[in-house]
Every structure is written in C-alpha cells, then in structure tokens.
C-alpha cells in the first residue's frame, strides 16, 4: 500500500540541507570517442546484439559534452544548491592506466568551473559503471590490477581538481554493477556467475578504501563519501523460511560492501557463500586495507523487496515476489513506489558504529512522460513520488537520522543502461532527435518547492 505524504515545506528539513541533482557520465554525455576518449565497456556493450532493449546506445545520450552550460543552468534554474556528476576514467585515462588525455582533463575543468560560477556545489563521482573497455581486456574488476588502476586514477583526479572540488563520491553502487555486471551479464562487461561476481566484489572493496586513502592523502580536508544501493527488505510471510530468505536477502542487496567498509567484513553469517571470497580472492594483508573512516554515506534506494524462499533458485535460495502480484503502486519499470522503504534503510544504515552522515545520493522514478498540446509534461506521479519519498526522509531525519541532502535522480532524461531510452527519470524532458528540452511539471515542482523560506 501506497504510504501517504506527510506534508512539509523545504524549512522542516533545516537550512543546511543539501538540495541536489544528479547525472553520470556515460547516461550523459554522449561524444564516446571525441577529443582521444578511449572506449568504455558500455560502448562494447552496446554494440551488442540484444544488450540494451530499445536497440540503442549512448553514442550521443544527451550530448552534455556539448551542452553542459544549458544543463547546469538548468540545474540552477530549478533551485538546486549541489550538481553531482561522474569522471569518464576513459575520456581522462583511454587505456585506464598510462597515458593523461588532456582533452577529458580540461572537458571536467569546463564544467566544474560552471557549476562553482553558478554557485553549485559540485559533488564528483570518480567511478558510475563506465570501466576503461582496456582495463576490462585485462579482467576488468575480476582482475586484482584495477584496484592499483583506480587509485592511479583517482590520483590524478585529485591532484587536478582538488583545488576546485571538495566533495568526493568514490564509487556508485558498487552492488550494482558488480552483480548485473559481473554475475547475471545483463549490464557490461555481460559477465555470468560466482566466479566473476566474488572477485568483482572483492576488489570494488578494496578499490573503493584504496581510493579513498588517496583523496585523504592529496587532499586533507576533503569531504569523501561513497554510494551503496539498498532495498528495505520484507519478508513474504512470517513463515520461518521466508525469514531465513529475508536475512540472505539483506546481506547480499544491503550489507555486502557497507560492513567490510566499516571493519566488519563480509556479512558471512547470513550468506555463507561469501566465505569463498576469503578463501579464493583475499590476500591477509587486505583486512586491513577495506575500511576507511568516511565522511559520509550515500544512500540510493529505490523500492523495497519483498522475498520467500524459494529452494529451487540456484545458490541464493530466494524469489522476489514481484510488485504486480501484490497489488500495489509502482513506476513504468515496474518498481514499486514506497517511501517508507527509504525510510527504514536511512534508519538501518544510521545504526551502523562509524556511519557519521547519510545523504540520498540518488532518487527518482520512471514515468511515460509524453508532451501534451500544450508542450508541457504534466508528471503528477513523479511528483506524489518525491514528496511521498521526501517524507520519509524527513520522519527519519525527526527522529535523529543523521541525514543531511537528498539529490534528485535525475536532471535530464537519459540512456538508462540497458533499458536505452524507454525508462524517462528526469526533471527535464529531452527530445533525443532534436536535443531539445522541456522541464517536466517535477522539475517546477522543485523549482518552487526550494524557493520556499
């Protein structure tokens, strides 16, 4: 069931509250391979036949290599104080270690100064998905060389935009990419199984501290943070299997790089599976190179999963009980739509010893936005969304969640990954054959939403 809004005003989430959009550079940018950008693996990725839905790539996406003044001046239009954005390591780095392109070096330096002109605070993230296509040839992040890779990288990262850039992001849903990536081969690289998803896991942690440790070294008063992807977890029945499925569940999709980021390794105990990891893929030495003290924890979270055991399902041992046969709410992906679900994970991960400040990192939803006679895009259901979601984070932030900004995902429409073009989650509608852009009724929500006190 549907959760009702609790009513608030931009006031009640108090005036230091970050208000921020986001986007990625590969959703974005477009231009994959003017100016010596090297390939990605969604570049590879979507050249092949069947990968992406629609039968597209990201060839051109948005073109905000071109376009990126218009789309932060949107940014600002809207009310927004944070513009959060990504790195395209290849567009820096082509073959992911070596060789500087001064060209991507100079693109990110044009629009970190747009932002900070606007009076944006830019908040750069150094790895949303797109791996150097060169470093994937190697074994990608099944292959113990990109941990040294990204922190070759993020070094570089620093050292040029440190001066400009205070807040950091070091990876975007590192759950995401390595298990749609890495094990069920529907994302890129389009890898299948356990022998590429545990040592994807293994090294995005390290990867993830690594980096870290080299931002706090570059540059001391850095505000660094990562990002994790979480769903509030219900079990189908109170049935003790269902139980027992809902606590595989929640180690897996919420505790798998939180707690060895926080010096409490892989959630064992409840998915025994990942035992394998510290026999196979874990060097002694590594337990002490996977925390690292954050300033802050970024939470994306888009729907709840309700699970039941299910003793058919290979290794994990669960079903998702899709929203469709439960009757309830849900977006044009099929996801449903539940604030309370933020709610309860802002309160899950608040709990965590070491956890000093959440931010919603990402949030949003896909709609069939379609332009009336009037060329407006009334998106009344984006807009129950954010308020019903903003709702819980503000009953959480009431009760002493230390949750301090909630970026909206996202700006502009789109390629969303394998979905192409079909999925809409912006603020701001985008004709992909003109370019042209109309802001959503969402987006003047927020507009006078963040005009208000």
Known sequence: MQQPAIPFTRKDFGDDFLWGVTISAFQNEGAFLEDGKGPSIWDTFTNRKGKIKDKSHAQVACDFYTRYTQDILLAKLLGFSVFRFSLSWSRIMPKGTGAVNQAGIDFYHRVIDACLELGLEPYVTLYHWDLPQALEHKGGWCHRGVVFAFEEFTRICIREYGNKVRNWIIL??????????????????????????????????LAQSGAARVIREEQRNANIGTTFSCSHIIPYTSNEPDLYAAKRA???????????????GYPVDDFPLLKRIERRYALWRDWDKMPFDYDFIGIQNYFPLVVKY?????????????????????????????????????????????VKKLIVTEGGAAFPDIPDHDGRIHDTDRIQYFQEYLSGVLKAKREGVPVDGYFAWTLTDNFEWAEGYRARFGLVHINFDTQQRIIKDSGYWFKEFLKEG
Do not use: C
């Open 310 to 354: 299910n003793a058919f399902m290979p290794v994990i041992k669960i079903s998702e009980v899709k929203p469709r046969y439960r009757n309830v709410p849900v977006t044009s992906l099929g996801w449903e739509i539940n604030g309370d679900g933020l709610y309860q994970v802002l309160k899950k991960f608040a709990a965590y010893e070491g």
């Open 172 to 205: 975007n849903e590192p759950f995401g990419f390595t298990a749609l990536g890495y094990m069920l081969g529907v994302h890129a690289p389009g890898k299948f199984g356990l022998s590429y998803f545990l040592p994807a896991v293994h090294h995005a942690v």
């Open 250 to 264: 929640d180690a897996l999709f919420n505790r798998l790089f939180i707690e060895p980021s926080l010096g409490l």
